[in-house]
């Protein structure tokens, strides 16, 4: 998986100051850093205001000699309890609204933004692009956004808990399944921006990885049709092993006959599997379409069912185009 | 009544007489043997975890058994050594002496609470057999209803420990309530008795959420009734939810005794009367009912509301205060105190600098938007080692130190402890402060691989790592090796103040007390 592999070289470009935080790529990332940075220092000031005292303290009063008694018993003093109670709560109260203000920043949708729609699966995200009517997937995937523009991902889940997290952009979103979740950036900066998924989700979660490429607009358009001609310019075999890649076949089926979640697609084509119920079926083009689009019905015996269905992400064309593939692996 | 020279621990002897005994003093240090050796186990299984993340992707085991092993790690650590931690081992040993009590208010039902312990403990074991799990300690569905292995066991397991923990809490409460001696007002008991109390609190009312969230996802996995799971219709978040609302509260299980040790121990070191004893007994009970108010917070991206998302965020700074409250009242118990740095002190400043830094981080946490980007990152992961291991384990070890010679009757060497103090101190901060870098640069949890340029952050949080577990270990032989060669204690090597010092001899008799206390004044009284 060499996609992976370049994907991990990959840096965030980290900013220079403190290095501390990743580079920010959006306007909003920028005011996520001022709250961040003036948590930062308070947070400093005020562990320093607890800390120096107490090391001063322990300095000052160390026991010297065993029945050294203490130079008083002092112990209370409402006013200052008072002020330790109530100081902090003004200092909370402002960190609060500012976070408060960003978060409804964060989660307020703009009006007339580009949708973009998310599909997260074990172990990689699909992006459906409307507008263009094009889409990309699988781990590694490359997903174009136009520089300067408000997009707006509408984001749901094949089958487990997932979570698109942008650092670059300071955003993340839980991706559920059976209900649709929210998430808009702009980006000010071109570049590439690594996406992660941050919320567990079984053996590969860590390699579920994606990019955002931002690109200024005309370039952004370029990248749209190089897409839709690449795709008609293949073969169905071409096709085929395209997807396998970009629909995460790969992660749980090999070529070469090697193990992994599911059996090898090497030479299984017209060979008979035997089903979890006991049925013995022949893998043909019908039942190769029928566990695409349906796994759970047909599940193969000695496997876990972990196969997420791929209805209504597959076109005609792709499931032809995969069965070649399958095909073509003697 | 006891002849001279008998004492708790060589009364009576033989396996039957610790099995099958009722004093608290017994449960207690069966529980200390017990939690250590899980805190061995699930340490062991962190340094393995440290170990595979030396580089990125593979280095000494595949992504399936660091799954398998960041969860039992979580697990163990959570159900079966800090939840049950302080309370059920230092609680039980010396809040009875606190009191003035002959034992618990229900020493069978704290016999009980033990067994079930175990119990709980050998099928979280057996789950191994069955398959490890691999759902991390929180179980999220849909994943863990998905997945293979023992999840149902896991959670049986857990389910079994509820039951443990809620026994020990009602045990406490109304040992608390029942058995002080004549004269102990509520304002005379010492401050550790008010945090365990205000834990105990939290135990009996969270905990059976935890157990009915636990039996709702068995049945969901068991019979296919739809509650969590939306291919059955039913509401992944709703799980959060529940599961939160637990173990929110469950933070507080674990933090509150490990307050309650503390403020002990700076009173004690620095023999002066604790400053603002009211605040802080006042703090363990704000604390307790605060905690039930703030499970939301660890959901602000799971899709739940906004209005939802900021209320939770402002309860959840309220918690803030009285945890700063109680900082700055052991700052001004220190004062014009006669400070003294034997090892449990020096465990106790170690809390205060980790603690610290710990509730200053969870500010970050607190804030709305810098939590959406920092949620589920190694920032969490290091705020949260600050305040468990940090804050929590800290308190244990000097609570361990610092009723050691009541405990076994012999002083440790004073040089080893204070020596595996700072190893633990300086382990800690290399292993954990580096993971608040990498998080905030954005390095996800849970990540078996991750971008090259984490690597140099990984590394030396593993180095750090084999110092900490060093340190920890330097500290357990320690206190073993003083069981052998240790000097024999007096019966007040600290000058404390408290019952269990000042009315006991060097170690207490099977009854605690030769005669029965009456107490005529406050617990911090040096002279
Ligand atoms: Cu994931
Ligand atoms: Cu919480």
Redesign the pocket.
């Known amino acids: 998986m060499d996609s992976l592999k370049e994907l991990l070289a990959m840096k965030l470009p980290v900013l220079s100051e403190w290095g501390w935080m990743s580079n920010p790529a959006s306007g909003y990332a920028n005011d996520f850093n001022s709250v961040f940075y003036f948590l930062m220092w308070t947070g400093l000031g005020l562990f320093l205001l607890v800390v120096v005292p107490m090391v001063w303290f322990v300095i000052k009063y160390r026991r010297k000699h065993e029945s050294q008694k203490a130079l008083s018993q002092n112990d209370h003093n409402i006013k200052i309890e008072v002020i330790w109670t109530f100081l902090p709560i003004a200092y909370l109260a402002v960190c609060f609204i500012w976070g408060f203000l960003g978060y409804l920043n964060v989660s307020t949708m703009p009006m007339g933004a580009k949708n973009l729609r998310v599909i997260g699966q074990k ?1 990689n995200w699909t992006v459906q692009y409307p507008d263009e009517d094009i889409s990309v997937s699988g781990q590694g995937a490359v997903i174009g956004v136009p520089q300067g523009e408000n997009i707006q991902l509408t984001m749901s889940s094949q089958d487990v808990i ?2 698109f997290f942008l650092p670059n952009f300071r955003i993340k979103q839980d991706v559920l399944p059976g209900r649709y979740t929210t998430l808009w950036f702009n980006a000010s900066e071109v570049g590439e921006f690594p996406v992660f ?6 053996d590969s ?1 860590s390699n ?1 990885l994606a990019k955002v490429k931002v690109m200024p607009k005309d370039e952004y358009n370029a990248w749209v049709d190089g897409i839709k001609n690449a795709n008609n310019k293949l073969s169905p075999k071409e096709l085929g092993a395209k997807l396998y890649q970009s629909k995460a076949c790969v992660t749980c089926h090999s070529i070469d006959g090697s193990a992994r979640i599911g059996p090898s697609f090497k030479g299984v084509y017209g060979t008979t599997s035997e089903l979890a119920s006991g049925a013995k079926v022949k893998v043909d083009d019908n039942f190769i379409r029928d566990h695409v689009l349906t796994p759970t019905k047909t599940p193969i015996k000695g496997y876990p069912p972990v196969m997420p269905s791929f209805q209504g992400q597959l076109s005609e064309s792709d499931i032809n185009g995969l069965i070649e593939f399958i095909k073509s692996l003697k | 009544m006891s002849a001279p020279g008998k004492n708790y621990l060589n009364c009576k002897k033989g396996f039957a007489s610790w099995a099958l005994t009722l004093d608290h003093k017994r449960i207690g240090l069966m529980y200390l043997g017990s939690i250590m050796f899980f805190f061995l186990l699930g340490g062991l299984f962190a340094l393995l975890l440290r170990t595979e993340l030396l580089s990125p992707g593979h280095t000494i085991m595949d992504a399936k058994r660091y799954n398998q092993l960041f969860t039992l790690h979580g697990a163990i650590m959570v159900f079966l050594v800090i939840i049950p931690g302080i309370p059920a081992s230092l609680g039980n040993f010396a809040l009875p002496l606190m009191l003035g009590a002959k034992d618990v208010a229900f020493p069978r039902l704290n016999l009980l609470s033990y067994y079930i312990y175990v119990l709980g403990a050998i099928v979280a074991l057996g789950s191994l057999i069955v398959g490890a799990v691999d759902t991390g300690w929180t179980f999220y569905m849909p994943y863990s209803s998905t997945t293979d292995g023992g999840v149902v066991l896991m959670v049986t397991a857990a389910f079994i420990l509820g039951f443990s923990s809620i026994f020990t809490g009602l045990n406490f409460i109304v040992t608390t309530h029942k058995l002080r001696a004549p004269g102990m007002s509520w304002y005379r008991m010492p401050l550790f008795v008010w945090g365990i109390y205000a834990t105990g609190i939290i135990q009996i009312m969270a905990t059976p959420v935890l157990a009915i969230t636990l039996l709702l996802l068995i049945v969901e996995r068991v019979v296919k009734v739809g509650i969590f799971d939306p291919v059955l219709g039913g509401d992944p978040v709703l799980f959060q939810h529940f599961f939160w609302f637990y173990s929110h509260p469950a933070v507080y299980i674990m933090i509150l005794p490990g307050m309650a040790v503390i403020s002990e121990l700076i009173a004690v070191f620095s023999q002066k009367r604790i400053f603002g004893y009211k605040p802080i007994a006042y703090s363990s009970i704000a604390l307790a009912v605060l905690s039930f108010l703030v499970w939301g917070h660890h959901m602000f991206v799971s899709g739940q509301s906004e209005l939802v998302g900021m209320i939770f965020s402002v309860l959840t700074f309220l918690v803030a205060v009285p945890s700063g409250v109680k900082m700055f009242n052991w700052l001004a118990t220190m004062h014009q105190g006669s400070v003294s740095l034997k090892t449990p002190m020096l465990w106790a400043l170690g809390f205060f600098v980790l603690f610290a830094i710990g509730g200053i981080t969870g500010v970050f946490l607190g804030v709305l938007n810098v939590d959406v980007h920092l949620h589920d990152t190694y920032f969490v992961v290091a705020h949260f080692h600050y305040v468990m291991v940090g804050g929590t384990f800290m308190a244990f070890m000097g609570g361990i130190y610092y009723w050691w010679p009541k405990m076994t009757g012999k002083m440790y060497s004073e040089f080893w402890g204070a020596a595996s103090a700072i190893m633990v101190v300086v382990g800690f901060n290399l292993t954990f402060f580096v993971q608040f870098l990498m998080g905030a640069q954005g390095m996800p949890r849970r990540y078996y691989n991750y971008l090259d340029q984490f690597t140099i952050y990984h590394q030396i949080s593993t180095v750090g790592s084999y110092v900490l577990g060093l340190g920890f270990v330097m500290a357990l032989i320690t206190l073993l090796v003083s069981l052998k060669n240790g000097k024999t204690a007096p019966k007040n090597p600290w000058h404390g103040a408290s019952l269990e010092w000042t009315h006991t001899d060097a170690v207490p008799i099977e009854t605690n007390f030769r005669e029965q206390p009456v107490v005529t004044e406050g617990p911090y009284e040096y002279r």
């Open positions: 172990w997932h979570s998924c941050a919320e567990y989700c079984g979660h579920m």
